[in-house]
């Protein structure tokens, strides 16, 4: 079975400050996702991340992969209000090259921004 | 394109009853997924389809029906609702066209009492 663990689940962070949230997971895989959950809303797509060593990046979020250590980064750099939010990482439990568009999410992490 | 959408947006059911959840695509996507949120327990998988005609259970199936006669579809059904359905569902759907990324609707606020 695989699991996917998130931490921090909540992060409260100022505004201009740079953090990490990170995603673990338990069996193999090499297709992961990040997605953004504002209250009420549905989920946004941010970052597909399709093998080692991947690294995205927009605006001030870079996601990275490293299927080995199996754990992706989201990284959120200089901080600012609008990126309040809970934020998904989620492991499609596919085959390698075969996605199965099965998706284990962690339990999201809420991110807080205080100016 | 309207991409996923799901009707009702909220509902409220009493115990014992059914009912269906619509969801429907535009984007001729040939995978599609149906997920429930509970507070704390992040996303879990309750059936997916691969295409029409074809349909598989995920993590939590049990009380919850599908089928998926074209591609557009996907409708969930609550056999005999109780309050553990109590939830906010989405549909989700993908595919080659779609890049591997998958797409969500809006969600369904179900409450049952």
């Known amino acids: 079975e695989l699991k996917v663990e998130q931490n921090p689940l909540f992060l409260s962070m100022q505004e201009g400050k740079n953090y990490t949230i990170y995603c673990n997971y338990s069996t193999t895989s090499d297709r992961l996702y990040w997605y953004r959950q504002d209250p009420g809303k549905s989920l946004e797509s941010l970052f597909v991340?399709?093998?080692?060593?991947a690294v995205k990046q927009e605006g001030r979020l870079m996601a990275s992969l490293d299927t080995k250590a199996r754990l992706s980064t989201l990284h959120i750099t200089a901080a600012v209000h609008d990126l309040s939010a809970t934020y998904f990482c989620?492991?499609?439990?596919?085959?390698?090259?075969?996605?199965?568009?099965?998706?284990?999410f962690g339990k999201g992490t809420k991110l807080s921004v205080i100016p | 394109n309207a991409g996923v959408t799901q009707t009702p947006k909220f509902q409220v059911l009493k115990t014992g009853q059914s009912m269906t959840l619509q969801c429907a695509q535009d984007m001729n996507h040939e995978y599609m997924s149906w997920y429930r949120q509970d507070p704390g327990m992040g996303l879990r998988l309750i059936h997916y389809s691969v295409g029409a005609g074809i349909t598989d259970q995920g993590e939590v199936p049990n009380g919850y029906n599908v089928s998926r006669s074209t591609t557009e579809d996907f409708p969930l059904r609550l056999l005999s609702a109780a309050p553990s359905q109590t939830s906010v569902y989405f549909c989700?759907?993908?595919?080659?066209?779609?890049?591997?990324?998958?797409?969500f609707g809006p969600g369904t606020r179900l409450t049952v009492t």
């Open positions: 989700a759907s993908s595919g080659w066209v779609a890049g591997w990324e998958q797409y």
């Open positions: 991340l399709l093998s080692n060593g």
């Open positions: 989620a492991v499609d439990i596919g085959d390698s090259g075969a996605g199965s568009y099965q998706l284990t």
